[in-house]
């Protein structure tokens, strides 16, 4: 059974996008509690991969290059990595592998004795040896990935999500926002524009109006705006450069400093400096998550209950289209002091 193995070498595939692989953090720990000699690996993407770099709980990380950033060594150059990988994995010959998002027909492949996770849908490429089942209601994500440890007899993993900026591109980033204007020592809220899905954008005017007013309620705020750099006509990686100058413009008056992150590392140490955050779900509103700041969070057709922020206060808008754009900016001031009250309550 499960609960009795005592494996020397864990490998968790975490093949997906960075909210996932932070909200992999508490299961993490717990199953670091529970085989404290083991050898933990991770198997996570090129674009995650800084979110877990410097997780104490992982003893190596395996890096998966996903088929977006093929152009970086061509077709056959991103084949040819992703076959070293598969091989480097073999040669380890894990105890057990734990599939944190499914992904069993890629996972047989990888030479595990014993591999667990939820049951697979789609086409029958096999199940995972140990099946945990999942509940009918809908779980966070969290919540979900907790299963896996409780069949393991590990610890509750329920605690905050773990996140640790990198030391040079933290002191980089501080470097920068200095020069921008941002004052260290004054309340920073962080404004993060950028999402990949239309129906989780809030429009540019409403971001200015927000940050208008908002600024002659509290005048004692500054803002930090970030943003995923570039056109917004690239194939590869639309980028929201255009948002941003044009909100700079709408808000003359408002202490606003720009950090376009082009990386992830960049986005972790921009909000690692800042007090609050707010913007859209996704992998930006999970990394404020993991910092433990405070969140003010646009939803549009996802799932609050799987994806909210997850151990920090937070007031989530969701208006009733499931069109973010729809939120209103009254109502986006209303969240931004009910979070206020959240925040003194503590």
Same mark, same amino acid.
């Given at each position: 059974?499960?609960?009795?193995?005592?494996?020397?070498?864990?490998?968790?595939?975490?093949?997906?996008?960075?909210?996932?692989?932070?909200?992999?953090?508490?299961?993490?720990?717990?199953?670091?509690?529970?085989?404290?000699?083991?050898?933990?690996?991770?198997?996570?993407?090129?674009?995650?991969?800084?979110? @877990?770099?410097?997780?104490?709980?992982?003893?190596?990380?395996?890096?998966?290059?996903?088929?977006?950033?093929?152009?970086?060594?061509?077709?056959?150059?991103?084949?040819?990595?992703?076959?070293?990988?598969?091989?480097?994995?073999?040669?380890?010959?894990?105890?057990?592998?734990?599939?944190?998002?499914?992904?069993?027909?890629?996972?047989?492949?990888?030479?595990?004795?014993?591999? @667990?996770?939820?049951?697979?849908?789609?086409?029958?490429?096999?199940?995972?040896?140990?099946?945990?089942?999942? $509940?009918?209601?809908?779980?966070?994500?969290?919540?979900?990935?907790?299963?896996?440890?409780?069949?393991?007899? =590990?610890?509750?993993?329920?605690?905050?999500?773990?996140?640790?900026?990198?030391?040079?591109?933290?002191?980089?980033?501080?470097?920068?926002?200095?020069? =921008?204007?941002?004052?260290? =020592?004054?309340?920073?809220?962080?404004?993060?524009?950028?999402?990949?899905?239309?129906?989780?954008?809030?429009?540019?005017?409403?971001?200015?109006?927000?940050?208008?007013?908002?600024?002659?309620?509290?005048?004692?705020?500054?803002?930090?705006?970030?943003? %995923? $750099?570039?056109? %917004?006509?690239?194939?590869?990686?639309?980028?929201?450069?255009?948002?941003?100058?044009?909100?700079?413009?709408?808000?003359?008056?408002?202490?606003?400093?720009?950090?376009?992150?082009?990386?992830?590392?960049?986005?972790?140490?921009?909000?690692?400096?800042?007090?609050?955050?707010?913007?859209?779900?996704?992998?930006?509103?999970?990394?404020?998550?993991?910092?433990?700041?405070?969140?003010?969070?646009?939803?549009?057709? %996802?799932?609050?209950?799987?994806?909210?922020?997850?151990?920090?206060?937070?007031?989530?808008?969701?208006?009733?289209?499931?069109?973010? %754009?729809?939120?209103?900016?009254?109502?986006?001031? =209303?969240?931004?002091?009910?979070?206020?009250?959240?925040?003194?309550?503590?």
């Amino acid at each position: 059974m499960p609960h009795r193995l005592n494996p020397s070498r864990i490998l968790i595939t975490r093949r997906d996008n960075i909210g996932d692989i932070l909200c992999t953090t508490p299961l993490l720990e717990a199953l670091r509690a529970r085989f404290p000699v083991a050898h933990i690996a991770i198997l996570v993407t090129d674009y995650n991969v800084d979110a @877990i770099r410097n997780n104490p709980n992982v003893d190596e990380i395996f890096v998966y290059l996903k088929r977006r950033n093929q152009h970086l060594n061509g077709y056959f150059g991103m084949l040819r990595e992703r076959l070293q990988l598969l091989r480097r994995i073999r040669r380890q010959r894990f105890d057990l592998i734990v599939l944190a998002n499914g992904g069993y027909r890629y996972a047989r492949q990888l030479g595990g004795k014993k591999t @667990i996770g939820f049951k697979e849908v789609g086409p029958n490429y096999g199940q995972p040896d140990w099946v945990v089942p999942c $509940p009918p209601q809908v779980k966070h994500e969290v919540d979900k990935l907790n299963l896996l440890g409780q069949i393991l007899n =590990a610890p509750t993993a329920l605690g905050q999500l773990f996140l640790q900026p990198e030391a040079q591109t933290l002191a980089q980033t501080r470097e920068k926002l200095l020069t =921008a204007g941002w004052q260290e =020592a004054r309340p920073t809220i962080a404004i993060h524009i950028s999402s990949r899905r239309p129906q989780q954008r809030w429009p540019i005017s409403h971001f200015a109006a927000f940050l208008t007013t908002l600024h002659q309620l509290r005048p004692e705020l500054q803002f930090v705006l970030l943003w %995923s $750099p570039g056109p %917004s006509n690239s194939p590869m990686h639309p980028g929201d450069d255009d948002n941003a100058l044009a909100l700079q413009k709408l808000v003359p008056d408002v202490p606003l400093s720009l950090m376009p992150t082009q990386r992830v590392a960049e986005l972790i140490a921009a909000c690692s400096l800042c007090d609050q955050f707010v913007g859209s779900d996704g992998g930006a509103m999970h990394v404020a998550a993991a910092l433990h700041k405070p969140i003010l969070c646009f939803f549009g057709d %996802s799932k609050p209950e799987e994806w909210h922020p997850w151990g920090v206060p937070y007031v989530l808008l969701q208006p009733e289209s499931q069109r973010t %754009s729809d939120t209103t900016v009254a109502e986006t001031l =209303a969240g931004f002091e009910q979070l206020q009250k959240l925040i003194n309550q503590q």
